[in-house]
């Protein structure tokens, strides 16, 4: 038992102490209990504390081999700022910061130990009030006690510690303790307590005393401190208390495959134009390049195991793991966790296989049913037609089944049509290579190299780079404009009724179109220049009556004439480009023909190079020529190649 003097000369020998001390070495479980231990020792706010740290400590395994961390502790130095700038730099382990200070008002708690009588004083809270003595006795009191030190009470309460502290003694009786049994459910993973009260004399239970008791009923693992420790400031009895929670195991995720591409097509948005949705644009095709990432593995996770209160080991499972499956076009990482694009094309998923597919299928015509417009990074085959107002875009070929109506075709390879265009004046075919097709009626076509054509080509502009071919029984050219850099050839040109129909050949459609649209640009430059020159004129002949312009004018004048530099500069550029332009289109070595195996009507236009010739008779069977510039009429030459073979 402990004496009265023996709590004064502790409280003497810590008065002391406190005066000359200017640091402490204290260790715990983590750094946070050894910096509560220094505020203790210290006497000082957590806030107030500087430390360094000696031993970082160890958990263990198991609590095997676990170490407590080691620091050395003291105050922080204090700086003498002004008050409106002093900092209140918060150092402590609160909880999370919800941005509202939390208030609480400080506290007494009074236990019975073996040692004597203990009491605990814990410090307000942000704008908590401080515990007082009279709160100290009056818990005293409560708990039946009078040999105790008012003294030593006192300093408890103004240090306000948050620690027990001894201040008096009582006749302490061991066979009047609390008792304890201990009740362990859910399969091990929960320990409930009930504590019956001590009787006359008897102690309260301690931390260390509650953690023995369930050792050595077998539970180690997954004491709840924060509910042992609140019991013992607030004893419950008779109530079954929660004094341990087992561990679950948690199991690893599975694998996943995270997809580069929208595999729902109900979750592709529709695109706006002009602030209206455009239902044509359904962007349906998942388009994809060489090289491009499809899709990543995320791998799958390992379980994290669990423990029972008494220990036991609860195994976790591992994730499952997931096929990246790969199919055609397709390349797989040397990790095995990605998949890329080995063509450009389209990606679609078969069998939980990934796959790049050269070629696009619309089963049907392309309409709002089957998905609206269609851009694609390869071939495009369209089983139906395509319907006024859709548009096909391809990296490849387009090949259609049915009729193409007023739409647009662009293809960077051939455009095969198996039936016939009918742009109704708006329509437009433009192909890299070749475009094949039945007819051609009222459309825009443009080639890179040949239009094949086996009935007729009506009411139309054809552009090709280097062939127009109108071969078949009823291969008629009728009305409209057709130019093409080698030549034009068909069996019949113009009709009876004596259609305007214009062919020309011997140069490139492409030059000759940028030639004229840089004529329209130097017209409009000369345009502004004489402008410009008109007014500057004007401004010259005012400063040469008066010898001198009113600043705003003479600053006007000088504008103009930097601006009449500036366009005479770009007119001369695009000059240089028409001459460069002419240069190229001299050097062709093609001279151009175009041929007729049956009839050429009056009406028709024959243009080969500089040369041309308005037909005002009819002719059979003939081929016209470029000769000594002029359009001249000799026997009709066959075609040294059959185009219908290939189509």
Same mark, same amino acid.
């Given at each position: 038992m402990v004496g009265l003097s023996r709590i004064r000369e502790y409280m003497r020998s810590q008065a002391e102490e406190d005066k000359t001390r200017r640091s402490v070495n204290v260790s715990g479980p983590s750094i946070e209990d050894a910096l509560t231990q220094?505020?203790?020792?210290?006497?000082?706010?957590?806030?107030?504390?500087?430390?360094?740290?000696?031993?970082?400590?160890?958990?263990?395994?198991?609590?095997?081999?676990?170490?407590?961390?080691?620091?050395?502790?003291?105050?922080?130095?204090?700086?003498?700022?002004?008050? =409106?700038?002093?900092?209140?730099?918060?150092?402590?382990?609160?909880?999370?910061?919800?941005?509202?200070?939390?208030?609480?008002?400080?506290?007494?708690?009074?236990?019975?130990?073996? =040692?004597?009588?203990?009491?605990?004083?814990?410090?307000?809270?942000?704008?908590?009030?401080?515990?007082t003595e009279r709160q100290a006795l009056d818990a005293l009191d409560r708990r039946g006690v009078s040999h105790f030190d008012k003294n030593m009470i006192a300093q408890v309460v103004k240090q306000a510690s948050g620690d027990y502290i001894p201040v008096g003694e009582y006749a302490y009786n061991p066979a009047n303790d609390p008792i304890m049994t201990v009740d362990?459910?859910?399969?091990?993973?929960?320990?409930?307590?009930?504590?019956?009260?001590?009787?006359?004399?008897?102690?309260?239970?301690?931390?260390?005393?509650?953690?023995?008791?369930?050792?050595?009923?077998?539970?180690?693992?997954?004491?709840?401190?924060?509910?042992?420790?609140?019991?013992?400031?607030?004893?419950?009895y008779n109530e079954s208390i929660l004094v341990a929670e087992g561990t679950k195991p948690q199991d690893g995720e599975d694998a996943r495959i995270l997809y580069n591409f929208e595999r729902d097509s109900n979750k592709i948005q529709l695109k706006e134009k002009n602030g209206k949705v455009d239902f044509k644009e359904q962007n349906i095709v998942q388009n994809?390049?060489?090289?491009?990432?499809?899709?990543?593995?995320?791998?799958?996770?390992?379980?994290?195991?669990?423990?029972?209160?008494?220990?036991?080991?609860?195994?976790?499972?591992?994730?499952?793991?997931?096929?990246?499956?790969?199919?055609?076009?397709?390349?797989?990482? =040397?990790?095995?966790?990605?998949?890329?694009?080995?063509?450009?094309?389209?990606?679609?998923?078969?069998?939980?296989?990934?796959?790049?597919?050269?070629?696009?299928?619309?089963?049907?015509?392309?309409?709002?049913?089957?998905?609206?417009?269609?851009?694609?990074?390869?071939?495009v085959y369209v089983?139906?037609?395509?319907?006024?107002?859709?548009?096909?875009?391809?990296?490849?070929?387009?090949?259609?089944?049915?009729?193409?109506?007023?739409?647009?075709?662009?293809?960077e390879g051939d455009i095969i049509i198996h039936q016939g265009v009918n742009g109704r004046g708006g329509g437009t075919v433009r192909a890299g290579r070749t475009v094949w097709a039945k007819f051609i009626e009222n459309s825009n076509v443009?080639?890179?190299?040949?239009?094949?054509?086996?009935?007729?080509?009506?009411?139309?502009?054809?552009?090709?780079n280097q062939r127009i071919i109108c071969q078949g029984k009823r291969a008629t050219i009728v009305g409209g404009h057709l130019r093409a850099s080698e030549e034009v050839h068909a069996k019949n040109i113009g009709s009876v009724a004596g259609a305007e129909t214009v062919v020309e050949v011997g140069y490139d459609p492409k030059s000759i179109e940028s030639i004229q649209r840089l004529e329209k640009e130097i017209k409009t430059f000369d345009d502004q220049l004489e402008e410009i020159e008109l007014n500057i004129h004007t401004l010259e002949n005012i400063k040469k009556m008066k010898k001198a312009l009113p600043e705003e004018k003479e600053q006007y004048l000088e504008e103009l004439q930097g601006q009449q530099r500036k366009i005479e500069v770009k007119r001369d550029e695009?000059?240089? =480009?028409?001459?460069?332009?002419?240069?190229?289109?001299? +050097?062709?070595?093609?001279?151009?023909?175009?041929?007729? +195996?049956?009839?050429?009507?009056?009406?028709?236009?024959?243009?080969?190079?500089?040369? +041309?010739?308005?037909?005002?008779?009819?002719?059979?069977?003939?081929?016209?020529?470029?000769?000594?510039?002029?359009?001249?009429?000799?026997?009709?030459?066959?075609?040294?190649?059959?185009?219908?073979?290939n189509h």
């Open positions: 220094a505020s203790i020792e210290l006497g000082i706010p957590l806030k107030d504390i500087e430390y360094e740290l000696l031993e970082p400590g160890s958990r263990g395994t198991f609590g095997i081999g676990r170490k407590d961390c080691i620091l050395i502790a003291y105050k922080k130095a204090e700086e003498q700022l002004p008050e =409106e700038e002093a900092l209140d730099i918060d150092l402590g382990f609160a909880g999370d910061d919800d941005g509202k200070e939390e208030t609480r008002n400080g506290d007494v708690f009074v236990r019975l130990s073996p =040692e004597g009588i203990l009491l605990k004083v814990s410090p307000p809270v942000g704008g908590g009030k401080k515990a362990i459910t859910d399969f091990e993973m929960k320990a409930y307590i009930v504590v019956r009260p001590p009787g006359e004399g008897g102690s309260d239970l301690s931390y260390e005393v509650i953690e023995n008791f369930l050792k050595n009923n077998g539970i180690i693992h997954g004491l709840r401190d924060e509910t042992i420790n609140a019991f013992i400031d607030r004893p419950v994809v390049v060489e090289g491009q990432v499809l899709a990543r593995k995320v791998p799958a996770g390992e379980g994290k195991n669990g423990r029972s209160v008494t220990g036991k080991l609860l195994p976790a499972k591992n994730g499952k793991d997931v096929n990246l499956g790969i199919g055609k076009n397709v390349n797989l990482s =040397e990790d095995g966790m990605t998949a890329v694009a080995a063509i450009n094309g389209q990606v679609v998923i078969v069998n939980d296989k990934l796959n790049v597919e050269p070629i696009h299928v619309v089963n049907g015509s392309v309409n709002l049913k089957t998905g609206g417009n269609v851009v694609f990074l390869g071939t089983k139906g037609g395509v319907e006024d107002g859709f548009k096909v875009k391809a990296a490849g070929n387009i090949e259609v089944v049915g009729n193409v109506g007023k739409c647009e075709l662009d293809a443009e080639s890179g190299e040949n239009v094949v054509v086996s009935d007729g080509i009506i009411n139309s502009s054809v552009d090709a695009k000059k240089e =480009e028409i001459k460069k332009i002419q240069e190229y289109l001299a +050097s062709l070595k093609v001279n151009g023909k175009v041929s007729a +195996s049956g009839k050429v009507y009056p009406g028709v236009k024959v243009v080969i190079k500089d040369a +041309s010739l308005k037909i005002r008779n009819e002719f059979k069977n003939v081929t016209f020529i470029n000769e000594l510039n002029e359009v001249k009429v000799t026997k009709y030459e066959a075609l040294e190649e059959d185009f219908s073979k």
